[in-house]
């Protein structure tokens, strides 16, 4: 862990950390055991924390990062999902409302068409009007006064103008027809030459008066004149309407849009993404601070083993029963001179007093590191069981998405279809005017959309198999260090007796003494569990047992008995009682110890057929 601290500073810690230590080195002994003592403490329960830094880095970098990865990708999903869902009602709202707006947006055309419509009839009529107020063709001087001052009214007036004008019309054909007559009696006169012959040859060229029959079309021109009856009021309504129109009237449609905010869900789901984010933040910073002040914690793991270290040193020289549980050589030099002395000796050690010591220079291992090892081992189940918890978790939720991923596959398909029609029939001027205006409600939209939630699906990973390899190896180098931390915990006691030899032989002698008392006391005892043993009746099963052993010898291969004494299995070294009537048995050693005599057959001693017991200080193995 990276500390804040200046180059300077860092540099007079390490001349004063070398200052101090090389005074320990010189001065105490007690600084040159702990310092000694950090190689094994560093394999052991102190050392392995160390390691318990890199299983939590492993599970924190592997499954947990793949679980965080995961959840990060579910938010995506949820968050895409949402998005989607406010982008199909946006798509929907749109699609119901388009023919609205076309309809909208072609009436303000139509306003537009219909004012240059308007001026496009009002120029139409001024040809109409000029038709009928030109005064070309006829002389209105020739209007037979009425007597009256009263203006005449445009249906009287176009009658009157189309009457002189068929009068006008009569009088130039009969100017016209008189003249061609003269023209052609001119030419035929100037073509025939012979006197009397052009005469008569030209003679009905002089029949110029027939034109004069022309002047009969008079009353037809008086009593049918093709104008209708209803022109004048017509004209004067049309007339009146067109100038309305090119004065008055004017189209102009307008609408306004407002914005409401009909798509709650959108502000919902971006609030929702917004939470979820800042609370996945949150967590994600607890945790990384969690995980920094867990290496700072590490960063000062050397202190913990030197303290630890010096601990045990401190204890090894002030506790003469701690860790005092090794038979050593000078613990066997002991006996082989008491052996030679013809007094008591302990080894080799009963089984139950094997049981509680360690003899190192034994590759296998005792009792006493066994109980240690499957504690330590056990203290590993937590961790085993979180990184099965997390990478189960994390398999589990992999599984979910992967399901969603591949069986969550929606594709939208949105086909909307709006047709309005309205037929204006007519052929008239209004007709035409309102087919131009209330035509723009004829509108036809088609929309066609076509998504998926391809984008929106997860993509969860899942762990490799070298993943899971790198997550579970500290775990498993955790477990090996507990298997082989016996080694480095009997190298202890050998560097302490290194450099305090005085002090490891008085701890010898003391163990050595402490289980002569015990040797003596646990005779007395095993003396009396087997009187009181011999005075009870036997049991039916231990009856059936000897009678079988009895009249089947073979079966003692099978049904093995064991020394009545210590309790180790029988061998054909065992020696039974000599008395037939006594089934007890007893090893080599035992029968020795107890000088050939049997205990649950011999005299009874009232002192013995009492309860007895003695406290008994245990050597402690020191984890």
């Not at 320990?24 to 190689?39: D, E, I, K, Q």
């Not at 630890?308 to 401190?314: D, K, M, N």
């Not at 203290?379 to 918890?389: S, V």
Request: glycine share 4%.
């Amino acid at each position: 862990m990276p500390l804040d601290v200046s180059e300077t500073r860092k540099l007079n810690l390490t001349w004063w950390l070398t200052v101090m230590t090389a005074l320990g080195w010189a001065t105490s002994p007690h600084f040159r055991c702990a310092n000694l003592l950090m190689v094994p403490k560093f394999l052991g329960k102190e050392g392995r924390l160390y390691v318990v830094s890199f299983v939590f880095a492993a599970i924190y970098n592997g499954p947990v990062a793949n679980l965080w990865y995961n959840l990060m990708e579910t938010k995506r999903s949820m968050e895409c999902v949402v998005e989607l869902q406010v982008n199909h009602t946006g798509i929907l709202w749109k699609a119901s409302t388009a023919p609205l707006r076309q309809v909208m947006e072609q009436l303000v055309e139509s306003a537009e068409t219909l004012n240059s419509e308007i001026h496009n009839v009002s120029r139409a009529f001024v040809d109409l009007n000029e038709q009928v107020a030109n005064d070309e063709g006829y002389d209105l001087k020739q209007r037979p006064g009425t007597g009256t001052e009263r203006a005449p009214s445009t249906q009287e007036l176009y009658a009157t103008k189309t009457k002189l004008r068929c009068e006008t019309v009569i009088q130039m054909g009969l100017v016209r027809c008189t003249s061609h007559f003269y023209r052609m009696y001119k030419k035929c006169m100037a073509q025939v030459r012979l006197p009397l012959f052009n005469h008569l040859i030209c003679l009905p060229m002089q029949f110029g008066f027939l034109c004069h029959m022309i002047k009969f079309m008079r009353r037809w021109c008086e009593k049918r004149i093709p104008v209708d009856g209803n022109f004048g009021h017509t004209y004067d309504q049309v007339n009146d309407s067109v100038n309305s129109l090119s004065q008055e009237f004017s189209a102009s449609i307008t609408y306004q849009e407002e914005h409401h905010k009909m798509l709650v869900g959108a502000e919902v789901a971006a609030q929702l993404r917004e939470d979820v984010t800042s609370q996945l933040r949150q967590e994600g910073a607890r945790l990384g601070l969690a995980v920094s002040f867990f290496r700072l914690l590490l960063s000062f793991t050397f202190l913990f083993v030197f303290f630890s270290a010096f601990h045990y040193t401190y204890k090894y020289c002030h506790k003469i029963g701690f860790d005092n549980c090794y038979i050593t050589t000078y613990f066997r030099q002991i006996d082989a001179r008491r052996r030679e002395q013809n007094k008591q000796t302990l080894l080799p050690l009963l089984k139950e007093e094997a049981s509680s010591f360690i003899f190192p220079c034994k590759p296998a291992l005792q009792r006493p590191e066994r109980l240690h090892m499957v504690m330590e081992l056990l203290r590993c189940i937590p961790l085993l069981l979180f990184l099965l918890f997390v990478c189960g978790l994390d398999h589990f939720i992999f599984t979910v998405l992967s399901v969603i991923q591949h069986h969550s596959f929606i594709e939208y398909s949105y086909q909307t279809s709006h047709h309005l029609s309205v037929n204006v029939m007519g052929t008239s001027l209004m007709a035409q005017l309102l087919r131009g205006t209330i035509g723009a409600l004829n509108t036809s939209h088609d929309t066609e959309v076509e998504t998926s939630n391809l984008a929106c699906l997860p993509q969860p990973t899942r762990m490799t198999r070298q993943q899971y390899v790198s997550t579970c190896l500290p775990l498993g180098a955790l477990a090996l260090l507990c298997l082989a931390q016996v080694y480095p915990f009997r190298l202890r006691r050998a560097i302490a007796a290194f450099y305090f030899p005085k002090r490891e032989k008085t701890r010898v002698l003391f163990l050595y003494n402490k289980l002569l008392r015990q040797r003596k006391n646990f005779l007395y005892l095993q003396r009396g569990r087997v009187a009181r043993q011999a005075r009870q009746p036997p049991e039916l099963g231990t009856v059936l047992l000897r009678w079988c052993r009895r009249r089947w010898p073979w079966l003692r291969r099978c049904l093995r008995q064991k020394c009545t004494l210590c309790g180790t299995p029988e061998t054909p070294q065992h020696q039974p009682c000599p008395n037939p009537d006594c089934f007890a048995l007893y090893c080599e050693f035992c029968w020795k110890l107890m000088w050939a005599t049997c205990l649950a057959c011999g005299p009874a001693d009232p002192d013995l057929a009492q309860e007895s017991s003695e406290d008994e200080e245990e050597e402690g193995y020191a984890g």
